[in-house]
């Protein structure tokens, strides 16, 4: 009797440790379909304005969670994910929100090379956010500003006019007369010359209003050599332009930026 119960627990025993290793090679294969998806996905230049898209796997069926800006998108999305090796089902979370409206610039240097992009969308609450991509910058703190024109003559780029300032005011969120809607603040690059950041500024829109991003003449985006102290008008001690944007209104196409993930 006792040889049988040590038999049967020792059965039992080895029983929970298979189990326990197919679950967690399960685990490992489920990470794996999540990595693999989440890669097509990116790698998919129709879905190139997929940003916040996430991806879980349990027992190989793969959930996409997130907001896409179409139907299209929506069903491409799931036909990619369905296209990677090992996934049993796709459960097609995706929510589809209005088309955002969006903007666009990209960022020369003063040399005139290309310097990375900001994709610019209306807030639902009001205001712009920025989502800023750059690259080859000289590391640290730099002030970034609206300009009031649109045109980003090199090197100097003085051809962009003052700060964007359709209330009259003084520069800097720390002045007390302040502050510039076009005020944005700093960004910092990294030591590898990139930086991958969000801004969201709050008297900003794309809408057609005296507050406008797009308006006759436009508007750029200039990043400045140092950084902006955030009081001291009308530019905050930021020193020379040494990258700068025109803003242009784009609509969501699947050539947009392509955002990283
Ligand atoms: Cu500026």
């Given at each position: 009797?006792?040889?049988?119960?040590?038999?049967?627990?020792?059965?039992?025993?080895?029983?929970?440790?298979?189990?326990?290793?197919?679950?967690?090679?399960?685990?490992?294969?489920?990470?794996?379909?999540?990595?693999?998806?989440?890669?097509?996905?990116?790698?998919?230049?129709?879905?190139?304005?997929?940003?916040?898209?996430?991806?879980?796997?349990?027992?190989?069926?793969?959930?996409?969670?997130?907001?896409?800006?179409?139907?299209?998108?929506?069903?491409?999305?799931?036909?990619?994910?369905?296209?990677?090796?090992?996934?049993?089902?796709?459960?097609?979370?995706?929510?589809?929100?209005?088309?955002?409206?969006?903007?666009?610039a990209h960022f020369i240097d003063?040399a005139?090379h290309a310097v990375g992009t900001a994709?610019?969308?209306?807030?639902?609450?009001?205001?712009?956010?920025?989502h800023l991509t750059l690259d080859k910058l000289p590391s640290g703190?730099h002030?970034?500003?609206?300009?009031?024109?649109?045109?980003?003559?090199?090197?100097?780029?003085?051809?962009?006019?003052?700060?964007?300032?359709?209330?009259?005011?003084?520069?800097?969120?720390?002045?007390?007369?302040?502050?510039?809607?076009?005020?944005?603040?700093?960004i910092e690059v990294g030591s590898d010359g990139t930086v991958d950041v969000?801004?969201?500024?709050?008297?900003?829109?794309?809408?057609?209003?005296?507050?406008?991003?797009?308006?006759?003449?436009?508007?750029?985006?200039?990043i400045?050599?140092?950084?902006?102290?955030?009081?001291?008008?009308?530019?905050?001690?930021?020193?020379?332009?040494i990258a700068?944007g025109?803003?242009?209104?784009?609509?969501?196409?699947?050539?947009?930026i392509h955002t990283t993930?």
């Open positions: 009797m006792r040889t049988l119960i040590t038999v049967l627990g020792l059965g039992f025993l080895m029983f929970s440790v298979g189990c326990e290793s197919q679950s967690a090679s399960r685990q490992v294969k489920d990470a794996t379909i999540t990595a693999a998806v989440k890669t097509k996905l990116a790698r998919d230049v129709r879905l190139a304005t997929l940003t916040n898209l996430d991806v879980t796997t349990e027992n190989g069926n793969v959930s996409l969670n997130g907001t896409v800006e179409s139907e299209e998108v929506k069903r491409l999305s799931e036909e990619t994910a369905r296209g990677v090796s090992g996934v049993a089902r796709v459960i097609n979370n995706l929510q589809v929100a209005p088309k955002a409206d969006t903007a666009k003063s005139g994709l610019i969308t209306e807030q639902s609450g009001g205001g712009v956010r920025f703190f002030g970034i500003h609206v300009h009031e024109k649109g045109d980003c003559t090199k090197p100097d780029f003085k051809s962009a006019g003052k700060h964007f300032n359709p209330e009259g005011k003084q520069h800097g969120a720390e002045n007390p007369k302040g502050f510039h809607a076009g005020d944005l603040g700093n969000e801004l969201t500024a709050p008297q900003l829109t794309l809408k057609a209003t005296d507050h406008s991003l797009i308006r006759p003449g436009g508007t750029a985006i200039i400045h050599a140092g950084r902006d102290d955030q009081k001291s008008d009308p530019s905050g001690n930021s020193g020379n332009p700068c025109v803003i242009e209104k784009a609509a969501f196409t699947y050539s947009a993930r």
